[in-house]
């Protein structure tokens, strides 16, 4: 006997679960099935995808207790504070995030109970079609859904010839889990896991080196905030080698060695306790038995979707990281939200533009829009803003003077095309521009927005007047 949805989501990660509750709050009567190893105390599957379990929020909590640790021992002595030297209890750090993510993870559970969304445990794969239903495997059951969502996520991408074991050679799942600071820290990829983990560990005093190919630091982002980021990491101590080539890596019981060769072609051998591979992220869609019923896959594995997530096949639907566009968990549940509105014949909407992305670095570095070098490769005229936070009282308050916001608006219509911020605290700033983007603003609406005093959201107000050649503080 087959069980029968309206609605079947396959995977509960950020982009899954918020369809499947906005599809049951819309009167589906839906189903979303998960089979992640990773175990409740039931022995059930957790929900929360690679967002909850083993990314965003468990990175986040590392963050944390490590920013925390390296404010003790460096700048509370300034402000007469006396602590004496610091010490870290890395396994309590663990079992802390640990805790953070059971019960978050529960509370999805618990969100699935209250909005009647059926929780099926097990691998989803399609059988084929059913009438204008489909049939897909969920463990040993079938399911036969009218609709269904494809939110099947991804996967560290690993590199030929270095076998990851999370123990001595990690992905993200592994670097969220260390037992103990390693002495030295490799990292292969200077992208947003490499800088994220890799100043976690810094933080707590591993001595860490990281080797990016790319000739460019940050090279998607805006090139003003790449150059400032690389010179405050640098400061910090992480030792940012760019343009590298990875070589052999010998993995042996304590420790790995890695030879590179460096951007002038000089050859390294890099020993470390630990590495971190983070080089990008592939899609879930092995084991989804696609060609089964001929559901479109581009050349690198991803679901090919429409401006509305919709598949080349009636009735399924692709959402999150398994589909083009940036692999973030609120742009997963974006989409996510507008299909399910979308099969209730609502019009959906996600607009990729003001779509923010956020560093959690120290300082943080966050952005929406386009980048200045963006526009002029696009030929758009616009005019800049800068400002830095050294100018602004309360980042002095807070120890926190490093880092800018930079605007960027239409030379002609002063309508703001991009906002970009290296500061702390710029992840809660950024949501103002996308506010501003989002009611299509200009750099004087800003400008003109009366904005609390002292905060350093200020300095977005500046940047606003700074477009407008009359800033006030600067
Ligand atoms: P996922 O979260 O990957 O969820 C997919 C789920 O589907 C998984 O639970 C998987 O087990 C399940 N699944 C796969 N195949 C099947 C199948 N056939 N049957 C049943 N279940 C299946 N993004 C941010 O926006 N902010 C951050 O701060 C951030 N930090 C991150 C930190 C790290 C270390 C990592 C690795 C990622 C981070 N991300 C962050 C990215 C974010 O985690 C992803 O973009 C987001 O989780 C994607 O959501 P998703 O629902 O598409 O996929
Ligand atoms: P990434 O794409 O951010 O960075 C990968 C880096 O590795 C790139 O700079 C790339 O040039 C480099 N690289 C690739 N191959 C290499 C090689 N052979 N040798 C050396 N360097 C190599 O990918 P990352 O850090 O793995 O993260 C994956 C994704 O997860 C991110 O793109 C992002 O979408 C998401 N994420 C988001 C976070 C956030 O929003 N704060 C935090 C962490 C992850």
């Keep these: 006997m087959s069980k029968e949805f309206d609605v079947l989501v396959i995977g509960g990660g950020p982009g899954g679960y918020v369809?499947?509750?906005?599809?049951?709050?819309?009167?589906?009567?839906?189903?979303?099935?998960?089979?992640?190893?990773?175990?409740?105390?039931?022995?059930?599957?957790?929900?929360?995808?690679?967002?909850?379990?083993?990314?965003?929020?468990?990175?986040?909590?590392?963050?944390?207790?490590s920013h925390m640790f390296e404010e003790a021992g460096h700048t509370f002595a300034d402000q007469g504070i006396n602590v004496g030297t610091p010490k870290i209890d890395v396994a309590k750090m663990v079992g802390r995030k640990n805790g953070i993510v059971d019960q978050l993870t529960s509370g999805i559970k618990g969100l699935f109970k209250k909005n009647k969304v059926t929780q099926l445990n097990g691998h989803g794969s399609f059988v084929g079609q059913?009438?204008?239903?489909?049939?897909?495997?969920?463990g040993d059951e079938t399911v036969v859904a009218k609709q269904v969502i494809v939110a099947t996520g991804s996967k560290a991408r690993h590199l030929p010839g270095v076998p990851v074991d999370n123990k001595i050679v990690c992905d993200n799942v592994g670097?969220?889990?260390?037992?103990?600071?390693?002495?030295?820290?490799?990292?292969?990829?200077?992208?947003?896991?490499?800088?994220?983990?890799?100043?976690?560990?810094?933080?707590?005093?591993?001595?860490?080196?990281?080797?990016?190919?790319?000739?460019?630091f940050l090279a998607a982002t805006d090139k003003d905030v790449a150059k400032e980021a690389l010179k405050i990491f640098t400061k910090q101590g992480l030792n940012i080698n760019l343009g590298v080539k990875i070589g052999e890596v010998k993995v042996g019981k304590k420790n790995v060695s890695i030879s590179y060769t460096d951007k002038d072609g000089a050859e390294h051998k890099l020993d470390a306790d630990r590495l971190i591979v983070s080089v990008g992220r592939v899609p879930n869609t092995d084991g989804l038995n696609a060609e089964a019923v001929g559901l479109?896959?581009?050349?690198?594995?991803?679901?090919?979707?429409?401006?509305?997530?919709?598949?080349?096949?009636?009735?399924?639907?692709?959402?999150?990281?398994?589909v083009r566009g940036p692999m973030l968990a609120h742009k997963a549940m974006e989409e996510g939200i507008m299909v399910a509105e979308v099969m209730a014949g609502q019009a959906g909407h996600c607009d990729f533009n003001t779509v923010p992305w956020v560093i959690y670095t120290s300082p943080e570095i966050a952005w929406v829009g386009k980048t200045e070098q963006q526009l002029k490769a696009e030929g758009i005229d616009f005019r800049a803003g800068k400002i830095p936070f050294a100018f602004n009282g309360r980042a002095m308050g807070m120890a926190a003077p490093?880092?800018?916001?930079?605007?960027?608006?239409?030379?002609k219509t002063?309508?703001?095309?991009?906002?970009?911020?290296?500061?702390?605290?710029?992840?809660?700033?950024?949501?103002?521009a996308v506010v501003a983007m989002e009611f299509a603003g200009s750099s004087e609406d800003l400008a003109r927005i009366c904005h609390a005093h002292p905060t350093m959201s200020e300095v977005v107000h500046e940047a606003g007047l700074a477009v407008l050649k009359r800033p006030l503080h600067a």
């Design 175 to 216: 670097a969220l889990d260390l037992d103990a600071v390693p002495k030295k820290l490799a990292v292969i990829g200077a992208g947003v896991i490499g800088l994220e983990m890799g100043s976690v560990w810094r933080r707590l005093g591993s001595e860490v080196t990281v080797l990016e190919a790319m000739p460019d």
């Design 402 to 411: 490093d880092g800018f916001v930079k605007m960027l608006a239409d030379a």
């Design 296 to 322: 479109k896959l581009n050349e690198r594995g991803m679901i090919e979707v429409d401006d509305h997530c919709r598949t080349n096949l009636p009735g399924v639907w692709a959402v999150g990281d398994v």
């Design 414 to 432: 002063d309508r703001i095309l991009g906002v970009h911020i290296v500061g702390a605290n710029a992840s809660e700033m950024i949501a103002e």
């Design 19 to 65: 369809a499947a509750i906005r599809a049951a709050q819309l009167g589906f009567k839906t189903a979303c099935c998960e089979s992640n190893p990773y175990a409740d105390p039931k022995g059930e599957p957790r929900l929360g995808g690679t967002c909850l379990n083993v990314g965003c929020i468990p990175s986040k909590a590392l963050l944390h207790t």
């Design 130 to 138: 059913k009438g204008d239903a489909w049939e897909v495997k969920v």
